[in-house]
T-cell receptor, first 114, second 110 residues
């Protein structure tokens, strides 16, 4: 079946603009995660959804970052007033409820803020 | 807070030689440990998890709670093992965020 998909694959924006990143999880996966990977660093957790609720949003770096999920499916990560330090690859992952914590990752969105 | 350390950014090994990628963690409880791998132009994928105690593609990893380590090993490296390897942990055995190390780029020299 189809894996996790993300769009766009690449996004170049100017400082101060808003961007939206999209994630389509594997069908039936109720858990969805967003991570960020800056150049040369490991993945940093941003937010976790269980269904449409976000019980853990502890990794969101500032109030410029927000995310939502609808229909227990698609999720959107929004970054307002982008800054150069927001440049990174944003990865989405999904996993099934109650099973082993095997997270399936999407290909990522490479965000460049000029 | 929990932390995962991978001390080697780069590791080069000759084909047929043994491989060991180091991973240490800091957490006072009993975490679940993973190794994820990213091959060139592919997405990040799970290689193995400590609770499964399995060997995947010839790789094994043993959780050493005394040394808080979860090193990844393979007795004979193959060229197709060249990739980026990430060690990760989660605090609970269920749906839970992963804390990742910074990764080790493994290059197998033919």
């Amino acid at each position: 079946g189809a894996g996790v998909s993300q769009s766009p694959s690449n996004k170049v924006t100017e400082k101060g603009k808003d961007v939206e990143l999209r994630c389509d999880p594997i069908s039936g996966h109720t858990a969805l995660y967003w991570y960020r990977q800056r150049l040369g660093q490991g993945l940093e957790f941003l937010i976790y959804f269980q269904g449409n609720s976000a019980p853990d949003k502890s990794g969101l770096p500032s109030d410029r970052f927000s995310a939502e999920r609808t229909g227990e499916s698609v999720s959107t990560l929004t970054i307002q007033r982008t800054q150069q330090e927001d440049s990174a690859v944003y990865l989405c992952a999904s996993s099934s409820l109650g099973g082993p914590n095997t997270q399936y990752f999407g290909p990522g969105t490479r965000l460049t803020v000029l | 807070a929990q932390r995962v350390t991978q001390p080697e950014k780069l590791l080069s090994v000759f084909k047929g030689a043994p491989v060991e990628l180091k991973c240490n963690y800091s957490y006072s409880g009993s975490p679940e440990l993973f190794w994820y791998v990213q091959y060139s132009r592919q997405r990040l994928q799970l290689l193995l998890r400590h609770i499964s105690r399995e060997s995947i593609k010839g790789f094994t990893a043993d959780l050493n709670k005394g040394e808080t380590s979860f090193h990844l090993k393979k007795p004979f490296a193959q060229e197709e093992d060249s990739a980026m390897y990430y060690c990760a942990l989660s605090l609970n055995f269920g749906n839970e965020k992963l804390t990742f190390g910074t990764g080790t780029r493994l290059t197998i020299i033919p």
